[in-house]
């Protein structure tokens, strides 16, 4: 009996520290901001109302690029980019040294394509990246964003630009840069890690994770 007591008084008298470590570590710092559970108002007469978390959060500049980088608006990136930047260096190579090693009409043409190839090299990363910046530039509006994260589903906005996401398998998540993006369709919907309370931060990862199917690259 005393061994009991002893148990239920460690329990009851558990340090403030041991209960912090319960948190879960991978979680990236917090930016303050604060979640609170809402009632699903869409839920029929005959269900069981359930809870859900509603965030509201601002997305920045940084946050928008690179979502907009990991979207699939550019498909030379990454390793597409360094493939094709090889593929380019090695063309521009061979072209300068056919220059150096020929002579007549054809010389002038194996200098011009070994400078296309180049040019085409700071293409390759240049324009995405320019372009990529000045989208995330506009889309960084400073407008706030409100979602609810059900079980079931995401409800996101409200008034006449409200949608929602299904969360039955059919849509594809990706986790980049502490930030969840959620892509269906032509759509993609971001959540930062840094919006998301520690207290709840494992139930959010849960009902994303199990409710759509990891992003193929």
């Known amino acids: 009996m005393k061994d009991i007591d002893d148990s239920l008084n460690s329990d009851i008298h558990k340090p403030e520290d041991e209960a912090e470590k319960e948190v879960n570590e991978d979680n990236p710092e917090w930016d303050g901001t604060e979640s609170e559970l809402v009632a699903d108002d869409d839920a029929e007469e ?32 990454g390793i597409r980019a360094v493939f094709s930047t090889v593929v380019f260096a090695l063309a521009s190579a061979g072209f300068l040294a056919a220059y150096f090693n020929t002579s007549g009409q054809f010389k002038d043409y194996n200098l011009f394509f070994s400078i296309f190839c180049a040019v085409m090299i700071a293409v390759v990363w240049a324009v995405p990246y320019f372009h990529i910046k000045s989208m995330a530039k506009i889309a960084a509006n400073g407008k706030k964003i409100e979602a609810e994260i059900y079980p079931d589903h995401i409800d996101i906005g409200s008034g006449s630009g409200a949608w929602s996401i299904d969360l039955d398998g059919n849509c594809e998540l990706s986790e980049f840069d502490n930030i969840f993006m959620i892509s269906i369709k032509d759509k993609n919907f971001a959540i930062p890690e840094r919006v998301i309370e520690p207290e709840v931060y494992n139930e959010v990862k849960a009902i994303l994770v199990s409710g759509t199917r990891p992003k193929e690259n």
């Open 46 to 77: 005959y269900e069981i109302p359930e809870t859900g978390i509603k965030l509201s959060y601002v997305m920045t500049q940084k946050e928008m690029y690179r979502c907009l980088y990991n979207s699939d608006m550019y498909k030379t990136k």
